[in-house]
């Protein structure tokens, strides 16, 4: 409690202030110890200095939900930052919003689906507190047997395993790059070939887990009928062919035109037209394009990011880049 000077004017009686000789130096010492709060609270302070909040609870992250195989010893600390972009890009997707381009890229409004909104974000959610589960994630670099750039098994254990080939540590991390024009930041157009990183390939692979996904549609109140498919196992991977032809889309590609499929769907314009085989939150591509869109559309915009002209690569894109063993990774994360 703050005292003014009146108040501390009748905590003496008249008669004492005769019988203390150092009257003026003890009122002073009163009122200095009495009002001292009042000066400390109002007294400037220091500008706090950066914060390392957000790189403590991507550590700890890490350590609570993962447990890194023998066979990973040698690049252990290579998949710790290929790992912590996937919280950064679950950090940003989070919050999506549905009037975002990245966002209108590959889902559905919440009008045309009243659960896919929610779903988008909670998996994202889900990711960050692994599924709600004490399910512990083994990442494992086997030197043979994983097709393409990184695989989970098709039904989840309980100890779910996430294979990281040797393709996997030849992309890039956040890290590895500046976000300027001459790191990740280039000019428009923007070919997705040239941005897909060790955080999108891991969100991919991530949302495959069947924990994952029941937490996301728990969190989003969806019923088993609503979502029949990923009610029993995680998300799916999903290709196209060129009509008429024998060629596979890229796996970017074809979450692009499996939205377009069911907007013609819903519309009710085009006569005889089925109902798509997955919703696009089934998807794992589309929640991991969706999150890498929406992380570089909030890191690049200052350099002239245009969430509107972001393509997906061709299969001639794919193949010429020497990162990519295209035909090797067919069911993985192009």
Not at 165 to 177: A, C, D, G, M, V
Not at 223 to 231: E, F, G, I, K, P
Request: charge should be neutral; aromatic fraction near 12%; charged fraction near 20%.
């Amino acid at each position: 409690m703050i005292l003014g000077w009146s108040a501390i004017q009748q905590l003496f009686l008249p008669h004492s202030f005769s019988t203390m000789p150092n009257l003026t130096y003890f009122k002073l010492l009163l009122i200095f110890l009495l009002e001292w709060p009042l000066f400390a609270s109002s007294a400037p302070t220091s500008p706090a200095g950066p914060s390392s909040k957000s790189s403590q609870t991507v550590d700890s992250w890490f350590r609570q939900y993962f447990i890194v195989d023998l066979t990973c010893n040698t690049r252990r600390g290579e998949i710790e930052k290929g790992f912590s972009d996937i919280f950064v890009l679950a950090e940003v997707t989070q919050h999506i919003s549905e009037d975002s381009v990245p966002y209108q890229h590959y889902f559905l409004s919440r009008k045309q689906d009243p659960h896919e909104l929610d779903i988008v974000r909670n998996m994202a959610k889900s990711i960050l507190v692994n599924g709600n589960s004490n399910k512990k994630i083994i990442i494992k670099c086997p030197i043979t047997g994983v097709k393409g750039i990184a695989r989970t098994p098709f039904r989840e254990m309980d100890s779910p395993e996430m294979s990281l080939s040797s393709l996997y540590f030849k992309f890039p991390t956040f890290s590895s790059r500046p976000f300027t024009n001459a790191g990740w930041c280039t000019p428009p157009p923007h070919n997705l070939n040239q941005f897909t990183s060790q955080g999108q390939i891991g969100y991919h692979e991530i949302t495959h887990f069947e924990h994952i996904v029941k937490y996301a549609l728990e969190l989003s109140a969806v019923t088993a009928d609503a979502r029949v498919l990923t009610n029993k196992r995680g998300t799916f991977d999903f290709f196209m062919t060129k009509t008429n032809r024998a060629t596979p889309l890229t796996a970017s590609q074809s979450v692009r035109i499996l939205l377009i499929q069911w907007e013609e769907y819903l519309s009710g314009k085009i006569k005889n037209i089925s109902k798509p085989g997955y919703y696009p939150d089934e998807v794992a591509q589309s929640h991991a394009l969706a999150a890498a869109e929406t992380f570089f559309h909030q890191k690049c915009q200052p350099h002239g990011w245009d969430p509107i002209q972001v393509f997906p690569p061709e299969p001639q894109d794919v193949q010429s880049d020497l990162k990519y063993d295209y035909y090797g990774k067919k069911t993985n994360s192009g």
